[in-house]
Nanobody, 120 residues
Framework: QVQLVESGGGLVQTGGSLRLTCAASGFTFSSYAMKWYRQAPGKERELVATISSTDSTTNYVDSVKGRFTISRDNAKNTVYLQMSSLKPEDTAVYYC?????????????WGQGTQVTVSS
């Protein structure tokens, strides 16, 4: 029943903006850190942004700092990634991830991804 569904990807020109949305269901959303990863063709999957489950502390990979903003709305079980000043190197499939530590195991759920293409 756990489901993460990304949306909002698409084609945008260099310098443009997109907002990605991840709609979550089937688990206690507020107990999970939410993360955005991306994977470009031929490259490893990269952690882009994280927002904590407690105080909504955020972290970003250096390459997107100042350009991307992760946020969450626990009432809507939704996490967002606002992307601005997009560059061709931002082109990738973006994945939503939910993560939490447990006593005997960790819990990690993934969406199917949404394609972001930034034209040069």
């Amino acid at each position: 029943q756990v489901q993460l569904v990304e949306s909002g990807g698409g084609l945008v020109q260099t310098g443009g903006s997109l907002r990605l949305t991840c709609a979550a269901s089937g688990f206690t959303f507020s107990s999970y850190a939410m993360k955005w990863y991306r994977q470009a063709p031929g490259k490893e999957r990269e952690l882009v942004a994280t927002i904590s489950s407690t105080d909504s502390t955020t972290n970003y990979v250096d390459s997107v700092k100042g350009r991307f903003t992760i946020s969450r709305d626990n009432a809507k079980n939704t996490v967002y990634l606002q992307m601005s000043s997009l560059k061709p190197e931002d082109t990738a499939v973006y994945y939503c991830n939910a993560f939490r530590w447990g006593v005997v195991k960790t819990f990690s759920y993934w969406g199917q991804g949404t394609q972001v293409t930034v034209s040069s």
